[in-house]
């Protein structure tokens, strides 16, 4: 990851409102700022309707923000060049059509959109995920039309790649594949990553950032290292006080989830680290 370089992908204090038919608005997103830098693989994570695919979608420009800016590979969102829309991968949580094209066919077609197209890597994909060149699209299982969209997303290499639950109906084997070539492309592309997924162990073993959405709002950023040593859960002993400067994601009771805990600055405290399955249902408790 470079932090020298220009963000791949910045939002500054992003808002966005739905209005719904009985007048009362929806916030989706709430004063959400976050930088994403080459080398970054973000592992997004929120329950439903946290606002994940709305973050996404707006990254995107599929859908404008309410308030606030972004910027894409150095360019206003609502400006972006042609140049760096063909730098941009996108898997939505449900994939397009193709219907009535062989999955050959669907490619060719795909490829012709982008000069940087790497018919090596489609290969090897194609390969990894045992996927028939020949088969129609329409008679693929949904893995199948997942893992397809997934080749045509990063066969360019782009710079910036969204993926909104990419690997939700892949079966375990093809996960592990696509999560490590993943993992793998993104630091040889110099390129930024950011996926969601509720599959707590993928994101645990290959995202080098996690990003902790709820209700709209960005509660927690952070290296996966740094979650691991510094988000913990600690139990208060009777009447004792949450000892200031720590950063209170959730308190219940006697029990308190913090996110910049330290061993050296609090030694005599009780905290227990978490997976980040314990993370996320402490964090909604
Ligand atoms: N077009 C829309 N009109 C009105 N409300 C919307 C619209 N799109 C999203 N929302 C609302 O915004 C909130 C965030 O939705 P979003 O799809 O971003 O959640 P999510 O975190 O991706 O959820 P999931 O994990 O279920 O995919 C939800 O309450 C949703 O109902």
Redesign the pocket.
Known sequence: MDMNQAPILEFNKVS?H???KDGVG?I??NGLSIKLFPGMLVGLL????????????CALGI?EPSSGEITTLGEPINQLSSEAKAQIGYVP?QPFGYEGFSVSRALELHRSFYPAWDRELENTWLERFDLDSKQQVQRMSVGQRQSLALIMAMAYRPKLLIL??PVASLDPIARRKFMADLFELALESGSAVLF?S?ITSDLERVASHLAL?RS?ELVLFKEMDSVREEVKLLTLANGEDIPTGLNVLNHQGNKVLVDNFSDVKYPDMAAESLNLERLFMELHR
């Open positions: 966005k739905f209005s719904v929806k989706a997103i929120g329950k439903n309707g946290a606002g994940k695919s709305t973050l996404m979608r859908i949580q909104d639950e969601s509720h959405m709209g």
